[in-house]
């Protein structure tokens, strides 16, 4: 078979497939063996006429389909191969001659790979937000770590007040008819949270224990629940049990309940190594973040659509998963917030092509640095997995898909790529406010 490459033209690559008669002939006889049971030719049982009877009978078109099937995807194969082809979606072929006995000749498109004019990409003046660990950071995990160790004790001598955990039960009505949502039993609600529409939790403050008290509130016009929206209602509240926090002392007591330490001075000492090691992640990503960045600014890729459709609908899995770990999902999340499928792919669309050119821009740069990962460097990265697991190398090898080796092989490669930007890079450092301030373009997705 023969395969050239006519032209690649708006990121289209354009292929004249010929394959010669005797090939051809191969396929038409895989598609007779994989249709032959199909066929009825008089004096045969059905599936045992030859070949040429059933060409004869039923005419040669009828194995034509099948016989493409096989041998086109082969020569498309062959010339992805020979011409360094990288598509990014399925071929489509064009039959321009089809005839038994004769070349089959055909052409096929295929959408690739964009081209990447890079710009510049050493020399890059770039910032590094710098995230310094204080006191305070310390101090407010600890309260932090306070708070989740609260022992909720009850309250009998005094009416409600704001920080109380109310146990209630409540009913709310609409124009004096209930509405869905709106009923609850021995709900919790920490007074002053805010976790309620404006005005409930002020009013069950003062209430006392036994207490059946109608609260007036009007939902906010933004309010998801269309039928709702801005509208006033009654909620008929009783308040059944009083509790508030009781929080343990800062002390080596409460360092040996809550952690594996044994004074509390070791508890910070953790504490802080932890803050640290965040800190640092932090300040890296925002470095690579601020790279890559300042490399989309000045590259020109024309991304083909269907590239786009498909990171933007990963995309979306990614996050109907993350939905889901938390005990939602993608339909209801939608119909919530109103929604439509196509504003759904709207807003993933902008991190779609960012996450696209991103990933662009460093296999260029990498194939311009002749930048790889050797089989040493993936061993020693799989050995270093396998330790934190407690597996040999053998067993967490056993455990991995390919796919899942190609990701791990990928990330190492993009930790090359990014040591050779950051070490030719001119970076400004400048002070994050906390430990929580963070880059917009921190990683690659």
């Known amino acids: 078979m023969k395969v050239n490459l006519e032209k690649i033209e708006n990121n289209t690559a354009y292929l004249d497939i010929e394959v010669d008669a005797e090939q051809f002939d191969e396929a038409m006889q895989e598609s007779y063996k994989k249709n032959a049971k199909r066929f009825s030719v008089p004096g045969f049982r059905k599936g045992k006429a030859p070949r040429t009877l059933v060409e004869r ?4 078109e009828v194995l034509y389909e099948d016989a493409v099937e096989f041998i086109l995807p082969k020569a498309y194969q062959k010339g992805v191969e020979e011409y360094n082809i990288e598509p990014v979606d ?36 770039v910032e590094k937000l710098v995230h310094n660990v204080t006191n305070e950071d310390i101090e407010r995990e600890l309260k932090a770590l306070q708070e ?15 920080k109380d955990i109310a146990i209630i039960d409540f009913e709310g009505k ?19 949270s ?27 016009e933004e309010y998801h629940e269309e039928k709702l929206a801005g509208k006033p209602v009654i909620f008929t509240v009783t308040l059944k049990e009083l509790k508030k926090k009781e929080y343990l002392p800062l002390d080596d007591d409460f360092a040996k309940d809550v952690s594996e330490y044994e004074t509390l001075e070791e508890l910070k000492q953790s504490i802080r190594e932890t803050l640290e ?32 459709e498909g990171e933007t609908q ?43 050119e991103s990933s662009l821009i460093l296999e260029q740069v990498a194939k311009e640095e002749n930048i790889d990962v050797d089989e040493k460097e993936l061993e020693e990265k799989l050995q270093e997995y396998a330790k934190l697991g407690n597996k040999t190398l053998e067993e967490y090898k056993k455990e991995l898909k390919p796919e899942e080796i190609a990701g791990i092989k990928d990330a190492i490669l993009t930790d090359k790529i990014f040591d050779l930007l950051i070490e030719n890079a001119k970076v400004t450092e400048r002070k994050a406010e906390n430990v929580q301030e963070t880059d917009n373009d921190q990683e690659i997705k």
């Open 174 to 192: 609409l124009d004096g008819e209930p509405f869905e949502g709106g009923k609850a039993e021995n709900y919790p609600l920490e007074l002053g």
């Open 90 to 125: 399925q071929p489509k072929f064009d039959i321009e001659e089809i005839e038994l006995g004769k070349p089959l000749l055909a052409k096929a498109q295929v959408v690739v790979k964009p081209e990447v004019k890079l710009s510049e990409y050493k020399g890059l003046e």
């Open 148 to 162: 989740r160790n609260a022992r909720l004790v009850a309250i009998e001598d005094r009416a409600a007040e704001n």
């Open 194 to 220: 805010g976790s309620f529409i404006p005005g409930f939790e002020e009013q069950v403050i003062g209430m006392s224990l036994g207490e059946t008290k109608d609260i007036e509130v009007t939902f906010p």
């Open 277 to 308: 090691k965040k800190a640092k992640d932090l300040s890296e990503a925002s470095l690579k973040g601020s790279i890559i960045r300042k490399l989309r600014e000045n590259t020109e890729i024309d991304i083909p659509e269907v590239m786009i």
């Open 314 to 356: 990963r995309l979306i899995m990614d996050f109907a998963i993350n939905l889901q770990m938390r005990g939602l999902n993608l339909k209801s999340y939608m119909d919530a917030v109103k929604l439509t499928p196509d504003d759904l792919k709207a807003q993933f669309r902008q991190t779609a092509v960012e996450n696209i």
């Open 57 to 60: 009978y039923y005419g040669p």
